[in-house]
C-alpha cells in the first residue's frame, strides 16, 4: 500500500541555509506522527514544504503517490490537506465563526456559505469555541487563536492535518483537554501530524515520532525508542528533561 | 519594612468596552521572583501590559518603591526600573543582537555602565556573544527568547517583568533559560515572571498569586501553592510533563 | 440697476495658475473701465459689467462643467472662454448648445475654430502666423542660418508650434537637423541639449511654458550651446523670463500675437494703444503684455458688439461679432469665417538690452534683428 | 565620447534626485506613512531660500541649513500634532491626511507667494566646468555635492546615533520600542522633521537650478515615489542609488529614445523592477 | 433583500432629479453618478481585496480612448461603450497577472504606474489618438435637455448596474474570499482561496466599469485630452469617497461620492481662490476626528439595513 504522505530526498534551501536537508520521511493513513527538534531544526518548514507555502528546492512530496511538490497551496489544500500556523494567522475583523466558514466553504467542504456556515457551529462546539463564536478573532487570547487555527483545520474535512504547536500557551490542564480533542479527531480516521515541545503531548499523543536536527531527520520510530536516543537528549530534551520524563514514563498512552 | 518594589492595588483594566482586569492587587518586594498562574485569557498578559502603561488603566494604582505611577507612559515605566519582556519576544528583527540589547539600554546615560552589563549579558548568556553580529529576527526561537531577556536586562531593572518565559522553546532551552533567570535573581533583581508550565514556575519563584477570570483568587508562598490539590487538579492535571 | 455678467471660467488655481491670473487682470481692466465710464449702453440704456469668475483648476473637464453652471446657474449672458487652446475647445461645445456667444482670448489652434461652431469668436490668429514671419526674417537675414533643432513641449499649442516650425523651416530650405518632443513634466534637458550640441544647429527653436523655457536656456548655457539664433515661444515676451534667466535672455527672439509696442488707434473704449498701455501700467504696475492685453480685448470687442446690437439677445450680439470689422488699440479686429480673428499681424520681437522690443512688422519696428556668433 | 556626455548628465541630475527622494524615502520606509507634503515642503525650502538671497544675499548653499532647520520644526509639528494621532490607522487614513494637509499648504503658498515661477540668479555663478570634452555645471554640480554631504550626515546619524536607533526600532515595532523607553511620538515628530528638514535643504539647493513656484510640487512628489520605489524603501543608501539609478535612466533614456519617452521609460522599468524585486535595488525583502 | 429594495429605491429617487433641477443639476448629478461607478469599482479590488490600487484613472482614460477611437471609426455607441468596458476589463487580467503579486505600498505604486505609462503611450501615438493634440468625439445631434438626460440616465445606469454587481459579489463566495484575501492572504490560501484568481477577477470587475464610465465620459464632452483622462486625481478621489462612505460596504461608496462631490461644489462656489484649502480642510477634520466617526456612523446605520456577508 502506498504511503498517505511521502517525502523523497525533499531539500528546501533559504538563501545559504538549508532549512531542511535531505529528507525523507513517510506517513501511513490512520497514524499521529510526532515531530519534535530544537529550535530552528526546520520543523515549520517541513509543514511549510508538504503545503506548497515554501516548496520544495530538491526532491518530491507525494500524496498517495501523486505528486504534489508544484502545486499551489490552495490546490494542495483542495486535496484534503490541512494545516495550522506556528504565529497564528485568523482574519483578524471576521468572526470566529466566519473564520471557521472560511475553511469550509473554500477546501470544498461546504457547497454554498450557508452550509459552511451550519457546518462550522458544529465544528466550534467540538473544539470549545462556541461561546465566542461572535466575537472578531483579533480579540481573542493566543491560546484561543491556536484552538481556532485547529477549528479552521478541521472545518476544512481533511484527510490529513498538521498542527504545529497548537497546544503551546496551555497549562498542564488545559493540555489535557486539548489531547483528548486530538484523540478523538484521529478516532474519525484524520491521520495527524503534531509538532510540538510539550514532551507530555508529544509522548503522550504519538504512535510514531521523527527528529529532525539542522533540518536533517536524526531518529524515527516509536516515543520510547526515540527519546532515549542519546542523540536526541544531547541535542533537544536536555538530561533534565531526559530524567524527568524517565520518571514519568508509566503514563505513557494513558 | 521596604516599600514593595512594585505594588498594584485594586488594578481595573481592559480594551475598549471589554474590561479584562477587576480590583487586582498584587505586589513584589525588593530582590524577590513571583509569579502568576493562570489559565489561557485569565488577563496575565493584559496585567503585564498594564503596569507597562501599554494598556490604560480605568481604575486602582500602580506604584514603584512606593511612588504612584498611575497613567505613566511605557518610557516613565522603564526609567522607574521596570522592564518588560513581552509575549512574543518581540526583538527588533532586522537589528542585530548587539543592537537589540544596546536598545535595552536606551534610557541610560552612563556608557561605561552600558558596557560593562553588556558583557555581563554576554557572560550570561554566553551563545548571544557568538552571535552579537546577527541579525536577531534570524536567531533560533531560544536564542531570541535570551536575547529578550538580556534586553531586559540592560535596562539594569530593579523589577524585570517576563510573559511566557518558556513558549515554544525547546526543553533544552528551558532549563537553560531558567538557570540564567535564577542567576540574575540572585543578584537582586526582582523578577514578576508569567509562565504556562506551572510546576517550573512554581519550582522557580517564591511566590505566587494565581488569577482567574481577571481576579486574583489564591496567593502565597509557591511550595506552598505547588502543594496545594486544588491548585495541582486546576492547573498542572495531574500529571507533570 | 441692470447688469450685463460675463462668465469667465479661468484656471487661477494648478498648473495654468499664472496664466489664468494674467487674464484675470485683462477682464477685470475692461470691466472697471467700463463701468467707470457709465457701463455699457444698450439701446440707450446703461448697463453695469459684471464678471463671474469660476475656477476650475487647470482641469479641463471641470472647465466644461464650469461653463455649464455659468450659463444656466449664474445665467451669464456672455462667456470668456477658459484658457488655452485645449480647454477652450472642449467648453466651447457648451455654450455652442446654448447658443451664447464666446470669446476665446487664448486659442489660437485652428482645431479649436474648425468645428462649425457659430458662437465662438478667438482674438488669436492662427499658429502659422507666429511662425512665418520668424522665419521669413531668420532666412533673410543671414544665409548662413542653415541647420534648425527644434525641442517642443508636447502640449496642444507648443507642439503645434514646432510642426509649423518645421513645415515652414523646410519651406525656406533650411535643414532641420533635430526635432524632438518633451513630455509634459520634465525635470531636466541636459540629454536633449546634448543631442542638440551634437547637432550643431545655427537656430535652436524651443518652445513650452515658461518655467520649461527658463530651464532650457539655463541647460543651453550649461552645456555652452549658443545658436546663432534662439527663438523660444512663449515665455520672453513675459517679465518674469527675463527676471529669471538674466543675462542670458539676450537677444532672444520671440514671437506674439500682440506686443505693447504696437500703435493702433481703436474705436473702442481703450481708444489708443497707448492709452490702454498707460491704463494698465497705473493698475498693475507692468507693463502689459499679449494674454493681458488680449483679455482686455476680449471685453472691449464684446462691449463693442453689444451696443452695435443693441440688445443683449445673444443671436443678435453673435451677429454683431461676426460681421465686426473696426479698430481697437488691440489691433483691426475681423474675425473670419469659423470665428477666428484674420486680421491681426503678429510681432516679432527679441530681448535686447533685458527688454523685449519688436522687429516685426515695419510699421512698429523698434529695433534691428540682432544675430549672434 | 558623447556618452560621458550623457553620463554626467544622468549623474548630476541623479544627485538631485536622490536629494529630493531621501526624506520621503525615510517618512515612508520608518513611519510607514506616504508623505504627500514632501513636495510642497521642498518648495517651501526653495522660497525661503529665494528671500534669503532676495533680502539678506544670503547664498542658498547656506540657507539650505535655515531652510532645512524651518522645516524640521514644520514637519515636527505637522506629525506631533496632525499625523500622529491616525499613525496606527491604516495607511490609506494617513495618505488622505497628507493629501488634505498638502491641499492646504499649497494653496497658501499660492496666495503667499503666487505661481509665478521665480529663480535665484546667482550675482556670482559658478558657471561652466569643462573636462575636456564634458560640460559640467559648476553650480548644479556644487548643489549636488552638499546634498551629498547632508545626505551622508543623516545616515550617520540614523546609523550610529542613540536616536537613529530609536528610529529604527520604532520602524520595526512600536510597541517593543516603547518598552525599551522610547518615546514614540516623539521619535516620530523627529523622524517626520527629518524628512522635512531633508526637504526644506533640497528645496534650497534647487532653488538655484530650477524655476520656483508651488506648482513644481506634484512634480517633486512624483519623482520621490520613482526614486524610492527604485532604490528601496526606508533605506538612505537605497534613496542614492534609486536617485542616481533613475537619473541615469532618464539621460540615457532620453538620449536613445527622445526625451518625450524618457517618462515613459522610467516608469515602464519601474513597474519591471516590482515585478523581479519589488523591495528595490537595495531594500530589504519582507519589508512591506 | 434589503440592499436590492434599497438599491431600487435609490435608482428610482434619482431618475427624478431631472424633474427637479436644470441642466447643470444634472451635470453634477452626472459627476456624482460617475464618481459612484468609480468608487465602487475601487471598491472590488481597495475595499474587499485589500489592494490599494491607483489603477482606476488607467481604466477610465483605457476605456475613454478605446471608446473614442472606435468612434472615430463609425462603430455605435453602444458597441463602443461595451467594448470599452471589455478592453479596461483585458487589460486589467493581463496586467493583473504581473503587479498582483505585490502588497501593500508596492502594489499601489505598481498600479499607478501603469496609468502613467499608459497616458504616455496615448501620448505617444498620435496618429491613433491625437496624441498631445487630444481627441474630438462626434457631437450627438441632441437637444441640450436631450443631451443632459441621455448621459444621466446613461451614467446613472451604469452605476446601477456597478452597484448590482457589488451586491452580487458581496454575497457570493469571491466576496467571501476577497474579504478573507483582505485580512490574511496567507491563510486565504492555506485554506484553499485561490487568491490569485480572486484577486485578478476583482481587479477585473474594478477595471470593467470604471472603463465604461470613462467612455460614456468621451461621448459626453466630446472631447478629451491624456491630461484629463488619466488624471492621477481619478484614482484618488474615489478612495476618499469609499473611505469616507465606508470601506468594504455595497453602499459606502455612493454615499461617499455623494458626499465628497457635494462637499467640493459649495466650498467651490463659496471660497474662490482658496477652495482648494477648505477642502484640504474638511478632509484633515473628516479624518482626524471622526476617522469612524462618519464612517462608523455610516456604517452601523447601514449594519442595521444589511447583514454583513455570509451570517447566519
Ligand atoms: N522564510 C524564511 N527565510 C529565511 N529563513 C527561514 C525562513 N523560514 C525559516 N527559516 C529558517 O529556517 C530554519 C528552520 O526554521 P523552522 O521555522 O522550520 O524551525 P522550527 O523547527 O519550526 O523551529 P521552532 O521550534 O522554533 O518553531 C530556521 O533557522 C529559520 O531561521
Ligand atoms: N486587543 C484586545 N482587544 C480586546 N480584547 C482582548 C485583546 N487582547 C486580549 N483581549 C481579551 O482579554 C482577555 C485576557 O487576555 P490576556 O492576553 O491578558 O490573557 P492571558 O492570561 O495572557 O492568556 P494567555 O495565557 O493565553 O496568554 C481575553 O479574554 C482576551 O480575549
Ligand atoms: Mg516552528
Ligand atoms: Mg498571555
Not at chain 3, 534667466?245 to 500682440?258: D, I, K, M, Q
Not at chain 5, 475613454?64 to 467594448?83: D, E, F, I, N, Q
Not at chain 5, 460596504?249 to 482648494?276: D, K, Q, Y
Request: with cysteine; glycine share 10%.
Amino acid at each position: 500500500m502506498t504511503a498517505l504522505l511521502a517525502l523523497e530526498g525533499v531539500s528546501r534551501r533559504f538563501g545559504g541555509l538549508a532549512a531542511l536537508d535531505t529528507v525523507t520521511l513517510s506517513v501511513e493513513a490512520g497514524e499521529i506522527l510526532g515531530l519534535i527538534g530544537p529550535n530552528g531544526a526546520g520543523k515549520t518548514t517541513l509543514i511549510n514544504v508538504v503545503t506548497g507555502v515554501h516548496p520544495a528546492t530538491a526532491g518530491r512530496v507525494l500524496l498517495q503517490g501523486e505528486d504534489i511538490t508544484r502545486l499551489k497551496p490552495y490546490r494542495i489544500a483542495r486535496k484534503g490537506l490541512a494545516r495550522t500556523f506556528q504565529i497564528v494567522q485568523p482574519f483578524p475583523r471576521m468572526s470566529v465563526l466566519e473564520n471557521v466558514a472560511a475553511g469550509a466553504v473554500f477546501a470544498g467542504a461546504a457547497p454554498s456559505l450557508k452550509e459552511g456556515l451550519r457546518l462550522s457551529r458544529e465544528h466550534l462546539a467540538f473544539t470549545g469555541l462556541a461561546q465566542i463564536a461572535d466575537k472578531p478573532a483579533s480579540t481573542l487570547t493566543l491560546a484561543q487563536r491556536k484552538r481556532l487555527e485547529l477549528a479552521k483545520g478541521l472545518a476544512m474535512n481533511p484527510r490529513f492535518l498538521m498542527l504545529d504547536e497548537v497546544n503551546a500557551g496551555l497549562n498542564s490542564s488545559e493540555v489535557d483537554e486539548a489531547l483528548a480533542m486530538i484523540r478523538r479527531i484521529a478516532e474519525r480516521g484524520v491521520t495527524i501530524l503534531v509538532i510540538e515541545h510539550l514532551m507530555k503531548v508529544v509522548v503522550s499523543v504519538s504512535t510514531r515520532l521523527a527528529v529532525l536536527h539542522h533540518g536533517a531527520l536524526i531518529a524515527v520510530g516509536t516515543p520510547r525508542e526515540v527519546l532515549a536516543d542519546r542523540g536526541v537528549i544531547e541535542a533537544y530534551l536536555g538530561e533534565k528533561y531526559a530524567a524527568r520524563l524517565a520518571g514519568a514514563r508509566p503514563a505513557e498512552g494513558a | 519594612m521596604d516599600a514593595p518594589k512594585l505594588s498594584v492595588t485594586q488594578l481595573q483594566a481592559g480594551y475598549g468596552d471589554v474590561q479584562v482586569l477587576w480590583d487586582v492587587t498584587l505586589d513584589v518586594k525588593p530582590g524577590e521572583m513571583v509569579c502568576i498562574v493562570g489559565s489561557n485569557g485569565a488577563g496575565k498578559t493584559t496585567l503585564m501590559r498594564a503596569i507597562s502603561a501599554l494598556v490604560p488603566v480605568s481604575a486602582g494604582r500602580i506604584a514603584v518603591d512606593g511612588a504612584d505611577l498611575t497613567g505613566a507612559t511605557p518610557a516613565r515605566m522603564v526609567a522607574a526600573g521596570v522592564a518588560h519582556v513581552p509575549e512574543g519576544r518581540r526583538l527588533f528583527g532586522a537589528m542585530s543582537v548587539r543592537d537589540n540589547l544596546l536598545m535595552g539600554a536606551y534610557l541610560r546615560p552612563d556608557k561605561a555602565g552600558i558596557a560593562e552589563d553588556l558583557e555581563k549579558v554576554y557572560a550570561l548568556f554566553p551563545r548571544l556573544a557568538e552571535r552579537q553580529k546577527q541579525d536577531a529576527g534570524t536567531l533560533s526561537g531560544g536564542e531570541q527568547q535570551m536575547c529578550a531577556v538580556g534586553r531586559g536586562l540592560m535596562a539594569r531593572p530593579s523589577l524585570l517583568m517576563i510573559d511566557e518565559l518558556s513558549l515554544g522553546l525547546a526543553p533544552r532551552m528551558v532549563d537553560l533559560l531558567a538557570d540564567g533567570l535564577r542567576r540574575v535573581n540572585a543578584e537582586g533583581v526582582a523578577v514578576l515572571l508569567v509562565e504556562q508550565d506551572v510546576m517550573n514556575a512554581l519550582e522557580l519563584a517564591d511566590r505566587a498569586f494565581v488569577l482567574d477570570r481577571g481576579r486574583v483568587t489564591l496567593s502565597g508562598p509557591a511550595a506552598a501553592l505547588a502543594d496545594d490539590p486544588a491548585i495541582r487538579e486546576a492547573y498542572m492535571g495531574g500529571l507533570a510533563g | 440697476q441692470d447688469v450685463i455678467k460675463v462668465g469667465a471660467p479661468l484656471p487661477l488655481t494648478g498648473a495654468l495658475s499664472p496664466e489664468g491670473l494674467k487674464q484675470q487682470r485683462g477682464y477685470n481692466l475692461w470691466a472697471e473701465t467700463a463701468n467707470a465710464a457709465g457701463g455699457i449702453k444698450v439701446g440707450g440704456k446703461p448697463y453695469k459689467v459684471e464678471i463671474v469668475y469660476v475656477d476650475y483648476a487647470s482641469n479641463t473637464p471641470r472647465a466644461v462643467q464650469v461653463a455649464e453652471r455659468l450659463i444656466t446657474e449664474d445665467k451669464a449672458n456672455f462667456l470668456f472662454a477658459p484658457f488655452g487652446s485645449g480647454a477652450a475647445k472642449a467648453a466651447s461645445g457648451v455654450s455652442e448648445r446654448y447658443g451664447i456667444p464666446t470669446i476665446a482670448a487664448t486659442a489660437s489652434s485652428r482645431e479649436v475654430y474648425d468645428q462649425g461652431y457659430k458662437f465662438l469668436f478667438g482674438t488669436f490668429t492662427p499658429n502659422e502666423t507666429l511662425i512665418d514671419p520668424l522665419t521669413e526674417i531668420v532666412s533673410k537675414g543671414d544665409p548662413a542660418v542653415k541647420r534648425v533643432a527644434i525641442l517642443a513641449r508636447n502640449d496642444l499649442l507648443t507642439l503645434s508650434l514646432a510642426n509649423l516650425m518645421q513645415a515652414a523651416a523646410k519651406a525656406k530650405g533650411l535643414e532641420v537637423v533635430m526635432m524632438e518632443r518633451y513630455a509634459i513634466g520634465t525635470m531636466d534637458h541636459a540629454s536633449a541639449i546634448t543631442q542638440m550640441r551634437g547637432a550643431k544647429p545655427d537656430w535652436v527653436f524651443a518652445t513650452g511654458y515658461i518655467n520649461d523655457l527658463i530651464l532650457i536656456r539655463k541647460q543651453m548655457a550649461d552645456q555652452g550651446v549658443s545658436p546663432k539664433v534662439l527663438t523660444m515661444i512663449a515665455g520672453p515676451a513675459y517679465k518674469e523670463f527675463t527676471e529669471a534667466t538674466g543675462p542670458l535672455a539676450e537677444n532672444v527672439s520671440s514671437a506674439s500675437w500682440w506686443h505693447p509696442a504696437v500703435r493702433y488707434k481703436g474705436v473702442d473704449l481703450f481708444g489708443t494703444t497707448e492709452a490702454f498701455n498707460a491704463a494698465f501700467e497705473k493698475k498693475y504696475n507692468v507693463v502689459p503684455d499679449y494674454a493681458e492685453a488680449s483679455a482686455a480685448a476680449a471685453g472691449a470687442i464684446l462691449q463693442l458688439a453689444i451696443e452695435k446690437a443693441g440688445t443683449l439677445d445673444p443671436a443678435k450680439v453673435r451677429d454683431a461679432l461676426a460681421a465686426m470689422d473696426l479698430v481697437t488699440f488691440y489691433g483691426p479686429v475681423k474675425f473670419g469665417p469659423t470665428g477666428q480673428i484674420t486680421s491681426l499681424e503678429p510681432p516679432v520681437f527679441q530681448i535686447q538690452g533685458g527688454k523685449p522690443v519688436v522687429v516685426f512688422p515695419a510699421a512698429v519696428k523698434q529695433a534691428d534683428f540682432i544675430f549672434g556668433k | 565620447m558623447i556618452y560621458l556626455q550623457v553620463l554626467a548628465n544622468g549623474l548630476v541630475l541623479g544627485g538631485l534626485y536622490a536629494a529630493i527622494a531621501v526624506g520621503f524615502s525615510l517618512v515612508w520606509g520608518v513611519l510607514n506613512v506616504i508623505n504627500l507634503l514632501h513636495g510642497s515642503f521642498i518648495v517651501l525650502g526653495s522660497y525661503v531660500a529665494f528671500f534669503a538671497y532676495a533680502y539678506f544675499g544670503i547664498h542658498p548653499f547656506l540657507s539650505a541649513g535655515i531652510a532645512g532647520a524651518a522645516l524640521f520644526a514644520l514637519g515636527y509639528v505637522v506629525q506631533a500634532g496632525l499625523v500622529n494621532r491616525v499613525i496606527a490607522a491604516p495607511v490609506l487614513i494617513t495618505l488622505i491626511l497628507t493629501f488634505g494637509l498638502d491641499l492646504i499648504l499649497n494653496n497658501a503658498m499660492l496666495l503667499a507667494f503666487s505661481a509665478d515661477y521665480r529663480k535665484v540668479n546667482l550675482a556670482h555663478p559658478l558657471g561652466s566646468l569643462e573636462l575636456g570634452p564634458i560640460f559640467l555645471p559648476g553650480d548644479r554640480v556644487a548643489a549636488m555635492v552638499l546634498a551629498f554631504l547632508l545626505t551622508a550626515l543623516l545616515y550617520r546619524v540614523l546609523r550610529d546615533s542613540r536616536i537613529g536607533r530609536a528610529i529604527i526600532a520604532v520602524r520595526m515595532d512600536r510597541e517593543a520600542a516603547a518598552l525599551m523607553g522610547v518615546d514614540v511620538k516623539r521619535i516620530n515628530a523627529i523622524t517626520f522633521g527629518l524628512g522635512a528638514f531633508m526637504a526644506g535643504a533640497a528645496g534650497a539647493l534647487l532653488s538655484i537650478i530650477y524655476p520656483i513656484s508651488p506648482l513644481n510640487s506634484s512634480l517633486f512628489l512624483g519623482k520621490a515615489f520613482v526614486v524610492c520605489v527604485l532604490g528601496g524603501l526606508g533605506s538612505v543608501p537605497g534613496a542614492m542609488v534609486g536617485g542616481v539609478a533613475l537619473g541615469l535612466i532618464e539621460s540615457f533614456g532620453a538620449y536613445w529614445l527622445g526625451p518625450e519617452h524618457a517618462i515613459t521609460l522610467s516608469f515602464s522599468i519601474l513597474l519591471v523592477l516590482l515585478f523581479v524585486r519589488p523591495s528595490g535595488i537595495l531594500g530589504k525583502r519582507g519589508y512591506e | 433583500m434589503r440592499d436590492w429594495l434599497l438599491l431600487l429605491l435609490l435608482a428610482l429617487a434619482c431618475s427624478l432629479l431631472p424633474l427637479a433641477g436644470d441642466n447643470y443639476v444634472l451635470r453634477l448629478g452626472t459627476i456624482v453618478a460617475m464618481y459612484a461607478v468609480l468608487a465602487q469599482s475601487w471598491n472590488f479590488i481597495g475595499g474587499l481585496a485589500g489592494y490599494p490600487s491607483f489603477a482606476t484613472a488607467a481604466f477610465f482614460g483605457l476605456g475613454a480612448y478605446t471608446s473614442a477611437v472606435l468612434l472615430s471609426y463609425g462603430a455605435p455607441t453602444g458597441l463602443a461603450w461595451t467594448a470599452a468596458g471589455g478592453m479596461a476589463c483585458l487589460f486589467a487580467a493581463l496586467i493583473g497577472g504581473a503587479i498582483l503579486h505585490l502588497k501593500g505600498h508596492y502594489f499601489a505604486i505598481a498600479s499607478l504606474a501603469v496609468g502613467e505609462v499608459l497616458r504616455e503611450v496615448v501620448n505617444t501615438t498620435p496618429d491613433l489618438t491625437g496624441g498631445g493634440m487630444g481627441m474630438n468625439l462626434p457631437v450627438p445631434k441632441l437637444s441640450v435637455a436631450a443631451a443632459a438626460q441621455t448621459f444621466y440616465f446613461s451614467m446613472l445606469a451604469l452605476a446601477a448596474l456597478t452597484t448590482a454587481a457589488a451586491i452580487i459579489v458581496q454575497r457570493s463566495r469571491l466576496g467571501f474570499g476577497l474579504r478573507c484575501i483582505q485580512q490574511n492572504e496567507d491563510a486565504a490560501n492555506i485554506l484553499g482561496v485561490n487568491a490569485y484568481g480572486y484577486k485578478t477577477a476583482a481587479f477585473c470587475l474594478s477595471a470593467v466599469f470604471a472603463g465604461m464610465a470613462g467612455a460614456i465620459y468621451a461621448s459626453w464632452v466630446h472631447y478629451i485630452e491624456p491630461p484629463d483622462v488619466f488624471d492621477i486625481l481619478l484614482a484618488v478621489k474615489p478612495l476618499v469617497m469609499v473611505l469616507l462612505g465606508g470601506i468594504g460596504t455595497v453602499f459606502g461608496p455612493i454615499i461617499g461620492a455623494f458626499l465628497l462631490i457635494a462637499f467640493e461644489e459649495l466650498v467651490w462656489r463659496s471660497f474662490l481662490t482658496i477652495h482648494a484649502a477648505m477642502l484640504g480642510g474638511i478632509i484633515v477634520v473628516l479624518v482626524l476626528f471622526m476617522p469612524n466617526g462618519l464612517l462608523a456612523l455610516v456604517r452601523s446605520g447601514l449594519a442595521r439595513l444589511r447583514p454583513a456577508g455570509p451570517k447566519p
